[in-house]
């Protein structure tokens, strides 16, 4: 007791040390009591042998009657944990304990448990309490009108009411947007079970549905088997669709996940998934196989056939230094994984490899082979690449501050219809920067490339081997300037870059597989090599010039621009027509990006013609978010006529002209919209490829969606089609979808 209050006894002798140990048992039993009706187990809430304090404005104790009471402004402490009442009184002889008036318990958690009346018997095993209500630590409630812990570690509350929703501040006697009652709710705690009889769920006080029984496992719990929530919708192509998951936990480190999907105009699908994990590494392997109606021409020729999918992947750590995995992806048709919804992906990659990091080293093997899901892709033309050897080192400075870089790579490649080809090629190079007195920095760099090639079914058929030894030493110059304003502070810097060459380098005997469907932008104007591969090189002697200025305030704000040309001035380039580099001059190409604060940004990328600045190239994005709304946008002019070494020798792709606007707007605390158009204008059309919009509720307890989305795309077995997709969620209870 604190000084200042009283204890009064019926009895003399050893009262006071007969009452503390008594007022330890009255408080820790009543603690536990509480904590069991509480959501989560006593074992879970972190119950241990701190000492309990206990604060009362008058202790009794009456030996005669075995009882020992607390009243007035009762207040109980152990660790983090506290109790208040009104009065609370220990019946030693009947071993029970009685607390009344305005109980209330606060968590550790930050969780408030409230009640009138409580009553613990049984060495504190078993017990029950009235007029419960819990308010837990995201703000949902739970009310029942007696709580009873029983000595089989359950806890049985009668007639309760359980909702994650708030009040409403203007009227809180309104029913929450929605809350589920129930006659019976059950806690195992052995089983780690929440059972609900007899629940009803009932929205803005309405009864909506009805279940005799409900069971989820307990908060404590992170996953269980059992059925998932089923997926449900409809298609145009498809009909009705539904698909019912069931989970299931195999140990610590394994489980299964399958999920059977019927299409009531196509068939049916099932879908896997196994995970494993091990103590250095894991697998993740995903399938589908199915027994589907078959097309010829859009049409249904009335016979069935399997299909399926096979999606495996595996990580491993082998030491500090190496790792190694794997990826298995394959489908049965190229448009089943888009048709039937599984996939969206263009392209499946199947590979293993290994690599190994160290210092400034870098190796791998690995082992690839692709499939293409887009039109005009063929799996004969597809091709294997095992092995593919790379290694790459990077030197210490020297004693001129140079530093010294090799990059290597080794290849063979194999389709089964089209060009085969295998490789050496090793990369050397040396640079070194400087910086003059006067503060402009040059950069000398040279490079060596010693390749071997061997080539099979060409289309030009000069197959065969050859051999390549092409060097290339570059200068860069650069001389920034910078002057500081009152807020911000401006840069300019002017660059030039020139590069020698020799002549040619890439002859018909090489195929090229890595360098395919270049680009000339800004991101290569002062590349020494403008490839991304080592197939292709830069050959020709030249001079790249240009500028980048910038302008940074000191609030965060910033803006820059980079622009430049670049002129041969010896030798044939390897740029095919339309790519900006066929001519000894070469058109402009630049970026500009303006950042004037965090929440907005806009860059612009062009490429314009050399003779009339007209843009044979832009890419423009903007994006803007502001607490009630938000807009991006994406537009792309590609006007290139470029090599014909792209993939399969389609240049529809680089002829493109294209509008990507999204945005969304907060109508208020609770509504909001969005909506998305994709606009076509290539070839002069005006076509309309993807349009949606949609309309959100969300607050803290409850979520719906309803979007409406039409798809112009076409692809084979694939038409557009039209879909509306409404999305109903309870916190803690799952959602409901439907297409």
Not at 53 to 82: C, F, K, N, P, Y
Not at 591 to 613: A, C, G, I, Q, T
């Amino acid at each position: 007791m604190k000084p200042g209050r009283t204890a009064s006894s019926r009895a003399t002798g050893r009262r006071e040390g007969f009452t503390w140990r008594a007022n330890l048992a009255l408080a820790a039993g009543l603690l536990a009591l509480l904590i069991a009706v509480s959501p989560a187990p006593a074992q879970e809430r972190g119950i241990g042998d701190d000492p309990v304090l206990m604060v009362a404005d008058q202790l009794v104790h009456d030996e005669t009657l075995g009882t020992i009471t607390a009243r007035g402004s009762v207040e109980l402490s152990q660790g983090e944990r506290t109790l208040l009442a009104d009065s609370v009184t220990y019946n030693q002889r009947e071993d029970t304990v009685i607390a009344t008036g305005n109980i209330s318990l606060l968590e550790p958690t930050g969780e408030v448990i409230f009640s009138d009346y409580v009553e613990l018997h049984n060495a504190l095993k078993t017990g029950f309490i009235d007029n419960l209500r819990l308010r837990m630590t995201d703000g949902s409630r739970l009310a029942a009108n007696r709580g009873v812990r029983t000595g089989d570690k359950r806890k049985l509350l009668s007639r309760a009411v359980f909702t994650p929703c708030e009040s409403c501040k203007e009227d809180p006697s309104r029913p929450p947007l929605w809350q589920l009652k129930a006659r019976k709710i059950v806690h195992d705690e052995q089983a780690k079970d929440i059972i609900y009889n007899d629940a009803m769920l009932e929205m803005f006080g309405v009864p909506v549905l009805y279940t005799p029984y409900l069971s989820h496992p307990d908060p404590t719990v992170d996953r269980r088997s059992g059925f998932l929530a089923p997926t449900t919708g409809f298609s145009d192509e498809l009909g009705v669709i539904y698909g019912q998951p069931y989970y299931h936990v195999i140990d610590e480190s394994r489980d299964l996940e399958v999920m059977p999907i019927m299409y009531s105009s196509e068939g049916g699908v099932l879908r896997g998934r196994y995970r494993q994990h091990f103590t250095r590494g894991e697998i993740d392997f995903q399938g589908t196989a199915g027994l589907l109606d078959q097309r010829e021409d859009d049409r249904e020729t009335g016979d069935k056939d399997f299909e399926g999918s096979v999606d495996l992947e595996g990580r491993f750590d082998f030491d500090r230094t190496w790792r190694g995995g794997f990826d298995l992806e394959q489908a049965s048709a190229r448009t089943y994984l888009r048709r039937y919804r599984l996939d969206s992906r263009e392209v499946l990659t199947t590979r293993a490899f290994t690599e190994g990091f160290r210092r400034r080293n870098y190796a791998s093997v690995e082992a690839l082979k692709f499939q293409g899901l887009n039109a005009g892709d063929s799996r004969d033309k597809s091709p294997t690449v095992a092995p593919l050897m790379e290694y790459n080192f990077v030197g210490e400075p020297d004693p001129a501050g140079g530093r010294f870089q090799l990059d290597s790579t080794v290849m063979s490649l194999t389709r089964q219809t089209g060009a085969d080809s295998k490789k050496i090629a090793i990369r050397s190079g040396w640079s070194l920067p400087y910086t003059a007195p006067a503060g402009d920095i040059y950069t000398l760099t040279a490079t060596l490339d010693t390749d071997y090639f061997h080539s099979d079914g060409l289309e030009s058929g000069n197959d065969g081997d050859t051999a390549r030894v092409f060097p290339q030493l570059g200068l860069n110059w650069r001389y920034p300037f910078a002057r500081a304003g009152g807020n911000y502070h401006q840069t300019v810097e002017p660059i030039v870059n020139v590069v020698l060459s020799p002549d040619g380098g890439n002859p018909d005997e090489i195929s090229n597989e890595d360098s395919q469907s270049f680009i000339f932008d800004d991101t290569n104007l002062f590349r020494m090599n403008r490839f991304t591969g080592s197939d292709r090189v830069t050959g020709g002697s030249r001079v790249d010039y240009g500028f980048k200025a910038g302008v940074y305030g000191d609030g965060g704000g910033s803006s820059s621009l980079l622009f430049g040309q670049s002129y041969r001035f010896l030798g044939d380039g390897p740029f095919e027509e339309g790519s900006g580099l066929e001519d000894d001059l070469s058109d402009f190409v630049g970026r500009v990006s303006v950042n004037p604060s965090h929440n907005l940004d806009f860059l612009l990328r062009f490429r314009l013609d050399k003779d009339d600045l007209s843009p044979r190239r832009s890419e423009v994005g903007m994006r803007y978010f502001h607490p009630r709304f938000s807009i991006v946008a994406d537009y792309v002019l590609l006007d290139d006529q470029t090599n014909s070494d792209n993939i399969a020798g389609d240049t529809s792709f680089l002829e493109r002209e294209q509008l990507d606007l999204s945005g969304s707007i907060n109508l208020n605390e609770f509504w909001s919209m969005n909506g998305r158009v994709v606009q076509d204008f290539s070839d002069g059309a005006n076509r309309t490829l993807i349009a949606s919009s949609g309309l959100v509720y969300s607050d803290e307890c409850f979520t719906f969606g309803l979007v409406y989305e039409r798809s112009e795309l076409e692809d084979d077995d694939i038409e557009p089609e039209q879909r509306v997709m409404l999305q109903i969620a309870f916190k803690h209870l799952g959602g409901f979808a439907s297409n």
